[in-house]
């Protein structure tokens, strides 16, 4: 179980990115809905331990994770907004790396690498520079270097952007085989949250707006409005309802 | 986890073409140092003669060359991988969420330092032997192999470790980097000038001097590329002998390397604590409407406003960074320090300054580069090139105008061979980039010229720049032409097949 506590962000150029967010993420998936700025991004990468928040309070299974990002690192699987590579080493030479980075034995990090990369339709592709893959299939060895290992806690940013229907299923399909971890998915792409999210978080301006629960049980669905209609009406008019 | 880091590392950059065109500069420098006894030229001469080399004293003499150029571009070279990965498009958010320990990354990142920069010295070590061994007699290449690796060793030690230094102190800037790393070689390379000092000289850049001013024994004897009558008589023979002292020396400058690396490994500071850079400048965006005129039209002529802001667009997506200042400044050194004839290293910045911007260009022709969009809004293809070459041009000749100026003032005809190379090597890397729609054959094409100017016997109707005599009217003239016809012919060529699919 994963709790934010009144997280504070500020940048540098004064920019106030989170003002004080107060979440509990529990197993499952969760998804972060919002306009463009309104800090979903900000918020994953301070879960994702990349950023150290100004303030506030981050904790996995009761453990600080702001004084003690390991506890977080153990067990992460991450999916940045930018998803850099080494240009010159291959898909499974990459995965590997990232595998070994992970402290996964190197005989398991290939063949799990292998198994992933063919789950996601890039089998053909593993042995080729990834200087040479579409912004699509690097997407898709993001995603795979996420699920390296076994990790407890998965944090997507935007990671079916640039998938083809497809490529998306097999994205959701995954998503459900871990469906027992606890995930943090942000996207605009609503159909995906409509498949999978077990709960919404709806981000305005740094802060949480509002949320849904109990999605997949039906409980969370308002007035039986479908998710995919209640996702863009918040962004397009500041509120889910 | 600290060796699968090191592999990676090694293999992103020994796949990286800029890292062979760093190996080829330098090993065309050695090749400049080793002229053939009737060459025009000597690199060391005493009161007019020729000093002869033994085994031991070419490999101090490639060592040095080495040495000295890695103390730079070695440098910088073994030490950007923070700046790289903490940009959008680099794996630092990957790398900082990881549960690998600061000590365990950056201990990667030194071995891969070590093994690349091993790597380049071996690979010199063998070529420096090819040349080598026609030119000296009864070669001895156990002999060279020990000299070599006394001095170049301990020296690849110490960059290795300054790299990871680098990395930690100037994680986000390459202008101090650059700066660093000039003012450092300075500082070396004044060491190794004082005379009875090599003793402290840990990159082992004076320790020829130091053998050639003691075998002088009183004889003025200069270090640097002169000219030299083809049937000069020989001053002396000099050798390079190992004693302890030097072996002695080269030990601690071994061991003030690894020292130097694990200060860097204890003192990282938090890898999570790391900006990520705001890689993507504004793109410079032409929204004005374009017309079919020709292009001497009275309107294009009135839109010269806006060619010249799409060429500071062309210059600033090559991001020049601190080039600039690292070769100005190691211009103006080799200069003052006399290690290099002033002709030669214009000619070396007129050349191989494109080859290395080239590859700037190429970063922005990947499907994450601007390129494609760069392509769209030129009116027509031969745009595309024509901002190329005016932009190259540009950057090199104002890189190289301090020798310019110099070249100017001694003989204007000089200054204008200079420029003729200049503008036929850019036209003619650009021109073949753009027709092939690849950047390798205008580097390898870049290269070669460069590496035939250092030709000892190079005709002089062909040394357009004066390397290696006074150039001539007719070949500046021929130059000019050359390199118009090539533009023309790449303005009318069709843009190549993996720009057009990036």
């Known amino acids: ?241 | 986890m600290i060796l699968a880091g090191a592999a990676a590392e090694l293999r992103e950059r020994l796949r990286d073409r800029s890292t062979y065109v760093a190996l080829f500069v330098s090993l065309v420098g050695i090749g400049l140092l080793f002229p053939s006894d009737g060459s025009g030229y000597a690199t060391i001469a005493a009161t007019g003669k020729r000093v002869l080399l033994s085994s031991s004293a070419s490999a101090a003499l490639a060592a040095v060359l080495l040495n000295a150029f890695f103390s730079v571009v070695g440098l910088l070279a073994v030490s950007a991988t923070l700046l790289r990965d903490t940009r959008p498009s680099g794996i630092g958010e990957s790398l900082r969420t990881s549960p690998a320990s600061n000590f365990a990354l950056l201990a990667g990142r030194w071995l891969a330092n070590l093994a690349l920069l091993a790597g380049f010295g071996a690979v010199a070590c063998v070529l420096a032997i090819v040349m080598v061994w026609p030119r000296v007699a009864n070669f001895d290449p156990v002999s060279f192999v020990a000299v070599y690796a006394l001095l170049v060793v301990p020296a690849l030690v110490i960059l290795a470790g300054a790299g990871l230094v680098f990395d930690v102190v100037f994680r986000g800037s390459r202008a101090w980097r650059v700066t660093a790393a000039i003012v450092l070689w300075l500082i070396a390379i004044s060491v190794a000038a004082i005379p009875g000092a090599q003793i402290v000289d840990p990159l082992g850049i004076g320790q020829f001097e130091a053998q050639l001013a003691a075998a002088g024994h009183g004889v003025p004897v200069s270090f640097g590329i002169a000219p030299m009558s083809a049937n000069a008589p020989v001053a002396f023979s000099l050798d390079f002998p190992i004693t302890w002292g030097l072996v002695a020396g080269r030990i601690a400058a071994a061991l003030a390397g690894v020292a130097i690396a694990l200060l860097a490994l204890v003192r990282f500071p938090r890898f999570a604590a790391l900006p990520v850079r705001a890689d993507d400048e504004p793109l410079h965006v032409d929204d004005r409407p374009r017309s079919a005129a020709t292009p001497l039209s009275p309107v294009r002529l009135a839109r010269m406003p806006l060619l010249v802001s799409r060429a500071a667009a062309e210059v600033r997506m090559m991001r020049l960074g601190g080039v600039p200042w690292a070769v100005l400044s190691l211009a103006v050194l080799g200069n003052v320090l006399g290690f290099v004839h002033a002709t030669t290293f214009a000619l070396a910045l007129l050349t191989l300054v494109p080859v290395v911007l080239s590859q700037r260009i190429v970063l922005t022709e990947t499907p994450l580069g601007t390129e494609s969009l760069i392509g769209t809004l030129c009116a027509a293809e031969r745009q595309y090139v024509l901002w190329k070459v005016l932009a190259l041009g540009a950057a090199s000749l104002a890189l190289a105008l301090p020798y310019l100026v110099y070249a100017a003032a001694a003989d204007p005809l000089h200054a204008l061979g200079l420029v003729a190379a200049d503008l036929a090597i850019v036209t003619l890397t650009v021109a073949i980039g753009y027709v092939s729609g690849s950047v390798m054959p205008g580097l390898l094409a870049a290269g070669l010229w460069w590496y035939l100017f250092s030709f000892n016997t190079l005709p002089p109707a062909i040394d357009v720049a004066g390397v290696h005599a006074a150039p001539s009217a007719v070949a500046i003239a021929a130059y000019v032409v050359a390199a118009l016809a090539v533009l023309a012919a790449a303005c009318t060529g069709r843009r190549g097949a993996a720009l057009a699919s990036s």
């Open chain 1, 1 to 241: 179980m994963l709790q934010c506590t009144d997280l504070q962000v500020r940048f540098g150029n004064g920019v106030q990115a989170l003002r004080g967010v107060t979440l509990r993420f529990d197993a499952g998936i969760t998804g972060l809905v919002g306009r463009n700025g309104s800090g979903k991004s900000t918020l994953m990468k301070v879960i994702a331990t990349s950023i150290t928040p100004n303030g506030g309070s981050l904790a996995w299974n009761g453990e600080d994770a702001v004084r003690r990002p390991d506890v977080i690192r153990g067990v992460l699987g991450y999916v940045p907004q930018y998803f850099g590579v080494y240009q010159n080493l291959t898909a499974i030479e990459f995965l590997e790396y990232l595998a070994a980075l992970r402290r996964i034995a190197p005989k398991a990090a290939r063949a799990r690498a292998l198994e992933l990369l063919d789950r996601l339709g890039l089998a053909s592709a593993a042995k080729r520079r990834l200087g040479g893959f579409s912004g699509g299939m690097l997407r898709r060895v993001g995603i795979a270097a996420a699920f390296l290992g076994d990790p407890q806690l998965i944090v997507l940013d935007e990671p079916s952007v640039g998938l083809d229907q497809y490529e998306r299923a097999n994205f959701v399909a995954l998503l459900e085989q871990y469906r027992d971890r606890t995930i943090v998915l942000g996207t605009h792409i609503f159909s995906d949250l409509a498949q999978t999210a077990d709960a919404l978080v709806f981000m305005d301006q740094g802060s949480v707006a509002d949320s849904v629960t109990g999605l997949r049980a039906g409980a969370g669905v308002r007035r039986g409005e479908p998710v995919e209609a209640m996702c863009e009406r918040f962004v397009m008019s500041g509120s889910p309802t």
